[in-house]
């Protein structure tokens, strides 16, 4: 094992010092009055049950599909290391969101404090509170693929056990006669596997806490604000605390787990191609195997420390304004990205990684800020398709809607080009048409380089709902009106440096997945070699496996295994990947439809679980005497528990389509229908995601248009038809849109777990 | 030349003169009293006057696209018939839709005269009226079609001009030498080009009728009904004869055109892949090659009387009710398609067609019939989507919306999944993975057989609108509200039967755009055999064309072409579809892109072209004195122009986007890109456009099931967020989601003409 790979582990464990130190630091500011305590542990309370409640539930679903995993691993067609991979993913994404959370709870206070003494205190608080976030989830989920390699090169894979294998508690671990090649291959798709369990738990996270805030919200909306006519957070609203119990549930611990899955998932899917990369790449282009497969850990490890630097970058003097916050902010996070690219041309120059992966790194991030900068155009109120939206509200509700639909589905071809661009164009500078494999290394590399920098940039995106939350604390505590104005203005702050941290998240899911269907078939490639009977056989041409009839006789750069006869014509459908497929177009069909159909369940679960918040409210105003006079408090917990119940059981169905399906299609339609699904999947999924996103975001805007006194301002019936439409986009743009992130590569991941299960079927 | 093919032109004269023959009879019924005539005459002018209008337009279009059509087969990569195939089926799609829609416009006022009687004579006027339309269609359709084939037959592939060559004007029409086998190639991908025309007409008919149905509509609701709280089609309205014009351009003329698309195409399509069985898969099936090419014309052909037969068995007893109509007219439709199916089991038992073809007709109509089914579960007031819907409307807009969308989103399973159904069991049956050629075969003929008695099915679509015209004038005429009633349940009644028509619409066009993309690939390896130079190669494997960068020494099944080295890089970019491809990948991103984005384009362009008649039909009620005590006549004349102004302006930027995109995409990322446009587009494309016709068929309901009392009744809160929902829905369901179907398809047509200039370029 090349030495250099002991700063993988070295770095993982700087980042979760440094987000040990930064929590110590905010715990030591004061949280204020004993009212912002009292309300504060409330929050905290709440979120806290909620997480609880959480792991119970997908507690018991691991539980369930570990024992699928080890009949499987039994049956042979799982590698035995899986179900404890998927375990371990699991588990470090449940543990970033509950360390996240924690600090976030805590810090809400005290952000309140520090606002009430100036912007820049209130900005530190909170901001240092996002990057314990951020370095929490680069950490762990650095340290567990440190942790998986380590063991694996060092314990399983050992020169002893290569030669006369491994062979434990009737489980094949290592087949005698592995060459160091298929080492490699074996070490990758092995943990490529624990992918599987952070996207299972970053998809509940954000299906259940999508669903639990926006019910808070809307039930805080609907029956507070609009039938009571009491302003927002306002302490005599019963569904108040658990509106921001929600902020963070859901945009705290759910954008978390998300994130930690791309990151993982970008870094494993890399690794896997990079041990896949067939000798002749690797002669042409002077990379080493073993570097291929450690280079994306090694940038990620080096993303980590510049991150801490770029961290320590955003600070300003005591009386900045918001511009200044903003600068700081920017200098923080594009320094790190400037000192990362200038890491990786040094890899480059020292032969670790090729120049054309840097440039697919280059081409990666410039995707990433072109989709960053679309977001903001289609959704900030200082452009036309925003103003348009309010521009209409004066019509009513139905236009407001229409014209927001439309935005959103306007909105989606600069992403759509650029997303296509970047993947051709880091394909092709990392490989091309001549290195197929080198290609799809560069298109993973890319992501892996967007998200090199997430300790800082998810400390961006995080420290918004802090802010916003702490906002609730000042109403709710009755600080000064400035201090509200303040956190209103981080939050704001906040919303505008997170429009170019969606860009990089959502550009570096679709390159991430990318890499992951390549992945999917270079698994698919390993199982088939292991399952197919001697006297079987296919051929590959070029990067391609086909099916042939006929004894292949061709030339050398073909690698020819006999087969049987009788499984070829299975073989054929399985394996043929092209449009020509039935198989291959049903897949698209239905990953196209799987994205509208998960979209579909998850905004009813959101109507569903509102709909008994707002009885609740209604209750409560009704029942409890003396609650709007403020001498009555109203039952806080009573909300907070139907959010809770109301997430919970909504959120399994989709959540576990999502894991089914990719089985189910697997097992009917072979491999030509799962790559099919994966494909329509992505595109269907990306575009709609997109759509959702940005449609809520204007909708959003569009009403804060109108509430800064435009088309007659609050109160007016274009007003009430702005808030129309943004209780439309509260599940568009906070349940249903982000959540197709992770479907996309949930349904990838179970697809490369499965793949030995599939192989297995399609050769029956 | 088979001289059973004399059926087919001689069906088609047989189909227009029926048409002549009911025609003729609905004129001689009474048109009523002078007020109805009156009305019934604005009505007819102003749908003329928009049809002229439009034709001009879209004459313009077509003399741009004929200009550029020639100046490539100047070039010589494009066939030198395209540009006058192209035009008649413009033209032919033209003139169905002005005879269709005239017919409509002579019908609305004897329909309501006929319903004073009783509700059958209603029914036979309305019915009578639609089965012009539905003949005309077939017929002219069905003319173009044999008119062609003989020409190219008897005219210009004579065997003299197959030996020497015909070379005319500059243009290389017959090349020396040519096969008899490539002869039928020649003639039916030649005939293929003119569904362009035909499919262009069609998204201008459908767009631009969209638009301006749309538009009235929610001119005359908005500020008619709702500001103002004067009744439907209250002739004080100054936008109600717009909206009962719209009727008629939307309705009928563009449902007219879009079907004609449908029905020239899936037959085009299917004669097209016909032509190019290999020589193994016929000897297989013992079918021929010339009658495979014949063989679904003659279906359309047969089908054509089975609908004349059908229509004249829809008829009743004078005092029929409700439901013995509906038994009727299901009798009629049921009828002829038993009877079709019965001709082809007879066409297979003497070998014109195999028995695995005659599967996969039955397949696709089983898809057709349960696809209407779905659409008729959730989109009707007796099941519990729409229920939930209108339930949802309790608690305001925003909940009705977000419901309304969700049930569109989950309607979109049983569809998707019964295509994919459809399209693999078709393929399987006819052929499946054996004879691969025969398998798409059967998908196209699957279209054919549910397209086959179109004449009769059209019928009960067409006559739907035409009673909705009916209770207008009846309205307008201020006639017996009885009369009204029964023009209601006439409307009623077609769009029960319509539920399963829409199926069939929308399942035979993702057959058809199936069989399209295979035939796609047909024309590219045709002019890639055209313009490949000697030297280069390429090789293909069973069915598949493949590069290959070495001398290709494979076994006797796959040709082999020797091709230099220098443009073999291209060659496998373009060729490669698979999705390891970028190029691919890319495609099927932007297919996706192109659905969101058309819709966006046409939803904007309702909402600009009803913002401008609100303000019409303000000002009218402003400026015109004595127009609310009906004292003074508004101006109707003003509103139908606006509308007309509003729909041409707005229609071509859709359009043409629709026609210059898989150009571009062609251009710039060659076949594969071309080939994941099209699978992306249909994909995403049908998702959508069912997710979209079922969210605002469902709204539509759910408010009319409102307005029978439920959940507070008319005028209740409830009933005012229903009506939001329906006008939200209006857009989704009449103008955005049906133009997707054409859009698919019209990708998909320019595609293969421009096919000649796409391997051009990807050679240069």
Same mark, same amino acid.
């Given at each position: ?209 999508? =669903? ?95 991150? *801490? ?92 809607? *229409? ?223 003396? *609650? ?115 479907? =996309? ?20």
């Amino acid at each position: 094992m090349n030495s250099i790979f002991w700063i993988v582990p070295l770095c993982s464990l700087v980042a979760l010092f440094f987000a040990w130190i930064f929590f110590k630091s905010m715990m030591k500011s004061s949280e204020g009055t004993p009212r912002m305590i009292e309300i504060a542990q409330y929050v905290r309370e709440g979120a806290m049950a909620y997480l609880y409640r959480q792991y119970k539930v997908v507690g018991m679903v691991f539980i369930i599909l570990l024992l699928i995993l080890l009949i499987l691993a039994y049956l042979g067609v799982q590698n035995p290391f899986v179900p404890v991979a998927f375990l371990t993913g699991g588990f470090f994404s449940g543990l970033c969101g509950y360390l996240g959370m924690k600090t976030a709870t805590y810090a809400s206070a005290r952000t309140a404090h520090g606002a009430s003494k100036s912007l820049n205190q209130g900005l530190k608080v909170a901001f240092r509170s996002g990057a314990v976030m951020g370095l929490v989830v680069v950490g762990f989920g650095l340290l567990d693929i440190a942790a998986w390699y380590l063991f694996l090169n060092k314990v399983i894979f050992t020169p002893e056990h290569l030669t006369n294998g491994l062979h434990f508690l009737g489980l094949d671990f290592v087949h005698p006669g592995t060459t160091p090649e298929q080492k490699l291959v074996e070490i990758t798709t092995t943990m490529l596997t624990f992918g599987m369990g952070a996207s299972t738990q970053a998809l509940f996270a954000r299906v259940g806490g999508g =669903i639990y805030t926006k019910a808070a919200d809307v039930g805080a909306d609907l029956v507070g604000k609009v039938e009571a006519g009491i302003p927002e957070d306002d302490p005599r609203n019963p569904a108040t605390i658990a509106d921001n119990v929600g902020d963070n549930v859901g945009d705290v611990a759910g954008m978390g787990a998300d994130l930690y899955e791309s990151y993982c998932g970008s870094i494993l899917a890399t690794a896997a191609l990079g041990a896949a990369l067939p000798a002749a790449a690797l002669k042409a282009t002077g990379m080493e195997q073993e570097m291929a497969v450690i280079a994306p850990m090694i940038v990620a490890a080096i993303g980590i420390i510049f991150s *801490i630097l770029g961290i320590f970058m955003v600070r300003t003097k005591e009386t900045a304004t918001q511009k200044n916050l903003l600068n700081a902010l920017l200098l923080g996070t594009g320094g790190s990205s400037v000192f990362i690219l200038l890491a990786m041309a040094v890899m480059a120059a020292i032969g670790w990684i090729t120049w054309g992966v840097f440039g697919a790194v280059i081409i990666g991030l410039a995707a990433g800020v072109i989709i960053g900068q679309a977001t903001e155009y289609y959704t900030s109120d200082e452009y036309k398709p925003t103003k348009g939206i309010a521009n209409q509200a004066q019509q009513g509700p139905a236009t407001t809607i *229409i014209d927001g639909i439309a935005v959103g589905m306007y909105s989606t071809w600069i992403p759509v080009i650029t997303i296509v661009l970047g993947i051709a164009g880091s394909y092709w500078a990392a490989g091309g048409f001549e290195h197929f494999a080198m290609g799809v290394y560069g298109i993973g590399f890319a992501a892996v380089g967007m998200l090199s920098t997430l300790g800082i940039t998810l400390a961006t995106d995080a420290f918004g709902p802090i802010a916003d939350n702490a906002g609730g604390n000042a109403e709710m505590a009755e600080l000064p009106k400035e201090v509200r104005e303040r956190t209103d203005a981080l939050d704001m702050l906040g919303n505008t440096t997170a429009a170019t941290g969606k860009g990089f998240a959502i550009g570096s899911a679709a390159l991430t997945a990318m890499a992951l269907i390549s992945a999917y078939m270079e698994e698919i490639r390993l199982w088939f070699g292991k399952i197919a009977k001697a006297g079987q056989g296919f051929v590959e041409i070029g990067e391609y496996v086909f099916y042939n009839d006929v004894a292949p006789a061709v030339h050398d750069s073909v690698k020819a295994i006999q087969i049987s006869a009788a499984s070829v014509k299975d073989f054929s459908a399985a394996y043929d990947i092209t449009l020509f497929n039935p198989l291959f177009l049903g897949g698209i069909f239905v990953g196209s439809m799987m994205a509208f159909l998960f979209c579909a369940m998850t905004m009813k679960a959101v109507g569903r679980a509102a709909g008994a918040m707002v009885e609740e409210v209604r209750r409560q105003f009704r029942e409890i005497k003396g *609650i709007m006079e403020g001498k009555a408090t109203p039952e806080y917990a009573k909300c907070v528990e139907i959010s809770t119940r109301g997430a919970q059981r909504e959120m399994l169905l989709p959540s576990l389509i999502a894991i089914i399906v990719p089985v189910a299609v697997g097992a009917v339609m072979g491999v030509a229908g799962v790559v099919g699904l994966l494909a329509g999947g992505l595109t269907s999924g990306f575009t709609l995601a997109v759509m959702l996103n940005n449609a809520g975001g204007a909708w959003d805007n569009a009403k804060k248009y109108i509430e800064k006194g435009n088309y007659g301002g609050k109160g007016s019936e274009t007003h009430k038809a702005g808030v129309v439409g943004d209780t439309v986009g509260d599940p568009f743009k906070d349940t249903s849109g982000p959540s197709l992130n992770i479907l =996309i590569k949930l349904m990838t991941m179970v697809s490369v777990v499965m793949a030995g299960l599939t192989v297995t079927l399609s050769l029956m």
